[in-house]
């Protein structure tokens, strides 16, 4: 008897429909690894099998290798970690001839996650992959300063995010996803300057600037001095611009910024998410989005929902 | 991975404080699958599942027990040590036997130990012993016939700062102790007391070519045994303890800068000649062992 309700279980498991489509990535579930979190996807081959992710977003690469800051670059923080890594990476080339192949094994989705110095470096970035096979989208990282005018911040201005967005639109044929910073006053407005600008997806949200002070130094804890707080200690401020950007614009929206389990991946997907990243909670269990994928089975299985979309936007206000 | 702890007991007091603050403690595991570690590999382990503590500790592997081959999916185990200094740790000193907790590892570059020395000399600091226990013990193991010497500094602040010694006088190495306060040994530290034996015995005891140095212990210590290294021309690698949050190379969180990027002509072991030059390495892949020549400490 009990077996046979296990059985019926599973076989109703099995019909859930988890596969996503965002911007036209056909993504076999909304599971997606963030940027800066899983290095290039073999860091993490050992400890998880590659090809259960819906979509893996490699570390942000720009046209030339960056250094990066000097260390320390990370601490811990309650309930999540503070980092200034400062984008060290090794360049999109390197990234195309070292480290896709290795990727390309494997049956996901792979999404470079790119910035640059200026509006001109995000499009030669953009113009690089634009006809390289094995990559399915591209994700912008606009929460850097825009060195060739005045320094400011892409993802804090809307007519500068309008403005690169556009820009690297105009030089790529692959889905476009915005990564936001939510280091801003309100959210949308940088959320629809993107959407007009031509992007596919907006994904939110980058890390939250923040510092830590030692008290028997009264040295920053940072050698960056501030750096971005990621982990579970920012997830309501994430779900609630999630919100209110699904709220705002029609583009799908990944939700990112401290999702530990499968049940905080609901909790965005309810708010508007389609899709989901796992950032930090990469460092402190490898197999998290693993676990996450099977728990979001499991919840449809025990809600009777045979299609995980039914689930975005689904709020009850 | 599930580890169980087999054995935590307080093996040390740094201080006369009756809280469990500076006390050292010596933790034993079993854990499945858990392959067979190498001398200066750590493991990162989760002292408990709630995101307070929220990252894992990295802890260097202090004795790895050697039983005949290892049936790959077989029961491993291995042995740390840690002074109880924050939120961490003392959690773990709370942990009884029986136990289960979640451990990653073995991870990162360990020690190499080259063919045919003739002497290696240890220099640690503090808790920095830890691993340099799995190292003689690794040396006195795979080089029974070539009789090579272990000479081993050990430092700390007070007498209740030293640890280990008899593991090593066990495997019939020479032990040298300093302390800050003169309660243990020489009144010093491991680095001068090394720097005595190094100018002392330079020109007749023994041959530097076929020495090698191992460091553990505070960065600055680091700093100084390497500095002495290069200027008598020895070969010397370091074990580095960083922040870290990964422990697998992804997050860049533990980095050290490179000291040339033309490094990997002196060293012995292949695996770390330069692959791709960068200015900065991850202390939790590319090492924690590093030949002193490869980073600026």
Same mark, same amino acid.
């Given at each position: ?31 997606? =690894? ?7 996807? #073999? ?52 990234? =195309? ?221 | ?77 291995? #042995? ?184 990997? =002509? ?27 020549? #490869?980073?600026?400490?």
């Amino acid at each position: 008897m009990g077996k046979d309700i296990k059985r019926v279980v599973r076989k109703d498991i099995s019909k859930i429909n988890l596969s996503v489509n965002i911007a036209g990535i056909l993504m076999k579930n909304p599971v997606m =690894v963030a940027s800066g979190t899983f290095g290039y996807g #073999e860091e993490y081959a050992k400890y998880i099998d590659l090809n259960k992710l819906g979509a893996i977003v490699v570390k942000g690469l720009s046209l030339t290798p960056r250094e990066g800051n000097p260390p320390p670059r990370i601490v811990e923080t309650s309930a999540g970690m503070l980092n200034s890594i400062g984008l060290q990476n090794i360049g999109i080339d390197s990234f =195309v001839n070292d480290k896709l192949p290795f990727l390309e094994k494997f049956d996901t989705k792979v999404i470079v996650n790119f910035f640059g110095d200026s509006i001109d470096e995000y499009c030669e970035v953009a113009k690089k992959v634009d006809s390289v096979s094995g990559i399915h989208g591209l994700e912008m990282n606009i929460s850097c300063p825009n060195k060739k005018e005045g320094w400011l911040e892409f993802g804090t201005n809307p007519d500068l995010a309008f403005r690169v967005v556009n820009a690297v639109r105009k030089n790529t044929r692959l889905p476009l996803i915005v990564k936001l910073s939510p280091n801003v006053t309100d959210i949308t407005v940088i959320a629809k300057a993107a959407s007009d600008a031509g992007a596919d997806a907006i994904s939110l949200i980058n890390t939250l600037s923040g510092m830590v002070i030692d008290i028997k130094t009264r040295k920053p804890k940072l050698a960056n001095i501030i750096g971005g707080l990621s982990g579970p200690a920012i997830k309501p401020v994430a779900l609630k611009m999630v919100w209110q950007v699904a709220k705002t614009i029609k583009l799908p929206i990944i939700g990112v910024g401290g999702i530990m389990t499968y049940e905080d991946a609901i909790e965005f997907m309810i708010a508007g998410a389609s899709a989901v990243q796992i950032g930090t909670a990469n460092f402190i269990d490898p197999a998290s989005s693993e676990k996450i994928i099977d728990g979001l089975k499991l919840y449809c299985g025990q809600n009777s929902i045979k299609d995980i979309n039914e689930i975005a936007g689904s709020i009850a206000i | 991975m599930r580890a169980i702890i087999l054995e935590n007991k307080i093996i040390g007091n740094s201080s006369l404080l009756k809280t469990r603050r500076d006390k050292y403690y010596k933790m034993r595991f079993s854990c499945d699958n858990f392959s067979v570690a190498s001398p200066g590999q750590f493991v990162m382990i989760r002292v408990n599942n709630s995101y307070d503590p929220f990252l894992r500790r990295p802890m260097s592997i202090y004795r790895i027990p050697h039983h005949p081959t290892l049936k790959k999916g077989g029961r491993g185990g291995f #042995e740390i040590l840690y002074q109880v200094v924050g939120k961490g740790t003392n959690i773990m000193s709370e942990l009884k036997k029986g136990d289960e907790i979640d451990v990653l590892g073995p991870l990162g570059r360990g020690f190499w130990i080259p063919e045919k020395i003739e002497r290696a000399i240890i220099v640690a600091g503090g808790i920095g012993v830890a691993p340099m226990v799995a190292l003689t013990e690794e040396i006195r193991c795979t080089m029974q016939d070539a009789r090579c010497k272990i000479t081993v500094f050990i430092g700390g602040k007070t007498k209740n700062d030293i640890l280990c010694k008899e593991n090593f006088k066990k495997i019939g190495a020479k032990v040298h102790i300093a302390t800050e306060d003169g309660s243990m040994g020489k009144k010093g530290t491991s680095v001068d007391l090394f720097k005595t034996f190094i100018t002392d015995s330079q020109s007749s005891i023994f041959n530097r070519q076929s020495s090698i140095i191992f460091a553990c212990g505070p960065q600055r210590m680091l700093k100084a045994v390497a500095d002495i290294a290069r200027d008598k021309n020895m070969d010397c690698q370091v074990s580095l303890d960083k922040r870290m949050a990964c422990g697998t190379g992804a997050c860049l969180g533990c980095v050290v800068k490179v000291r040339s990027l033309e490094f990997g =002509v002196r060293n012995s072991n292949p695996q770390s000649a330069i692959r791709n030059p960068q200015s900065y390495k991850c202390v939790c892949t590319d090492g924690p062992v590093f030949d002193a020549e #490869e980073i600026n400490l």
